[in-house]
């Protein structure tokens, strides 16, 4: 139940209302109607039948495909009435639809292939941007991006440790190797980060390189006044040297394993692009199964349909007019022995089983006699049977009242 009032509908309101309503009342041209008609459409399956043709030229299909489609079916299948007619046109539709939905399983394949070919090429061009000579000394005061990619963080590392080596051989000391290098390795410092560390900072200290490049009489008034700073020699560079050689080798060994990872994850999701995961995809699948189960009980429909026309008896064709009256004829003494045979009464068909089973007796008659146990037994019967026979002449009137009570007489006597 809403808390909310309704507004009450005034005269004054009501009006407004009215006069709002006429400034919203759509297209009302026919062009402009045929035009908004498709605005709605998506995947065009459950179109009306009158915007099936525009429906297929606005979602990039030929619709004399798909009439070429039902005249090819039409064709293997065989002609026929309406009905039969009905069911290959929506079974052209069924062809087309589950056409239609492959061609959109693939454009979800081709997308998810496009991304990952995006993603490659975005991580090519962040590669390029870290990726620099050992020579280019201004690299060093310059700040790169960082990057979530674990080969181009490598291969960012990889070139400026290359860059701090070239200027270590060339005994080039400065406070902003040191510092590139903190930040670079922020979190994951090792012993010989560490021990790398140190030493660049000893050179690089602004004390040492003023030492260095102080005179004799300098260094002389520096030992005087207890200011004896001795900066690292050359044991110190050689054993800084090593370590960078080290670390670089060591990077370069973690970055080949990250590149060879990339590789096979492109592979993975490239392999993975064929079923896409999603929501999107298992509805795609449920729509293929519902239209293979419409297209196979479709197929059935239009077999069982050419089927029962097969079994339908054909007359053969006349060859000529005497041909014709002979059937007519043919037709007409069948009918009269269907009708002639149909109007025997119940009881005549009763006269001919009781007759026959006179007749049995009589044929066994004579094997019975044989036997002087079996012979009682017809002599017993043999007044019923008589009996049966004069009510059977009776009834054709081959005997009268008299003859038949002599008969049953005689039978009694018997």
């Known amino acids: ?117 995006d993603w490659q090429h975005r991580r090519q061009q962040e590669m390029a941007r870290v990726t620099f000579d050992a020579s280019q000394h201004d690299m060093l005061d310059v700040h790169l991006s960082e990057s979530t990619d674990r080969g181009v963080t490598l291969r960012r590392t990889l070139s400026f440790l290359e860059l701090i080596r070239e200027e270590v051989k060339e005994r080039t000391f400065r406070v902003r190797q040191y510092a590139v290098l903190e930040s670079l390795y922020s979190g994951t410092t090792g012993w010989r980060q560490a021990l790398i560390f140190r030493l660049l900072h000893h050179f690089g200290d602004p004390v040492c390189l003023e030492a260095q490049q102080a005179d004799e009489e300098e260094k002389q008034y520096r030992r005087k006044m207890g200011i004896d700073y001795e900066p690292p020699g050359e044991a110190g560079r050689q054993e800084l040297l090593r370590l960078l050689e080290e670390e670089i080798a060591s990077v370069r060994e973690e970055f080949a394993y990250a590149e060879k990872a990339n590789e096979e994850r492109a592979e993975i999701e490239r392999d993975a692009c064929l079923a896409p995961a999603g929501e999107t995809w298992s509805m795609m699948l449920r729509q293929e199964a519902a239209l293979d189960r419409s297209i196979d009980r479709k197929v059935r429909i239009l077999l069982r349909l050419r089927k029962d ?81 004069g009510m059977l002449l009776k009834r054709k009137g081959v005997i009268g009242n008299a003859e038949f009570h002599e008969t049953s007489s005689i039978s009694n006597w018997a």
């Open 309 to 389: 026309a097969a079994d339908l008896p054909v007359a053969p064709a006349s060859q000529d007019q005497d041909d014709g009256v002979r059937m007519e004829n043919t037709e007409e003494m069948v009918a009269s022995d269907i009708s002639a045979q149909t109007s025997q009464s119940a009881e005549e068909v009763r006269d001919l089983k009781m007759n026959e089973q006179c007749g049995n007796v009589t044929e066994n008659k004579g094997l019975s006699l044989g036997n002087r146990e079996t012979s009682g037994n017809v002599i017993e019967n043999k007044h019923s049977y008589a009996q049966n026979a």
């Open 1 to 117: 139940m809403s808390l909310r009032k309704s507004p009450q509908l005034t005269p004054g309101l009501l009006a407004a209302a009215r006069r709002n309503a006429q400034h919203s009342t759509g297209p009302r041209s026919p062009a402009a109607k045929q035009n908004i008609k498709l605005n709605a459409l998506k995947h065009g399956a459950y179109v009306t039948d009158e915007n099936r043709r525009l429906a297929m030229q606005a979602l990039g299909e030929d619709p004399q495909e798909f009439e070429n489609l039902k005249q090819e079916l039409m064709s293997a299948l065989g002609p026929g009435d309406a009905l039969w007619e009905k069911q290959v046109e929506d079974l052209t539709w069924l062809y087309c639809r589950r056409e239609r939905l492959e061609r959109a399983q693939a454009g979800l394949r081709r997308r998810a292939l496009q991304g990952i070919d």
